[in-house]
């Protein structure tokens, strides 16, 4: 299986964004940066617009994240409410 990751700006918009993400793949490792947080995961990593809202304590389109998105790797499947990084067979 291969990893996937995404990359994030550190600033106080994405550190919730971080635990969301976190939350949601018990199997990520985080590796921080003075800079940026990066996530890796074996096979997949999923971001919930859900998760993210419940941390922030208010309505956030997926499309914010790209604001602070640094990086990434995977094929992208993106609806309203998530964002999945994985390899494709």
Known sequence: MSKVFIALQTNDDTRQIIQAIL???P???CNEQ???VKIDAEGSLVV???TI???IGRDFDLQELHINLISLTGNVDET???LTLS???
């Open 53 to 55: 809202e419940e941390l």
């Open 34 to 36: 003075p800079a940026m």
């Open 48 to 50: 919930r617009r859900s």
């Open 87 to 89: 390899w494709n067979a």
């Open 80 to 82: 309203d409410d998530e």
């Open 23 to 25: 939350a949601d793949n």
């Open 27 to 29: 199997h990520a490792v």
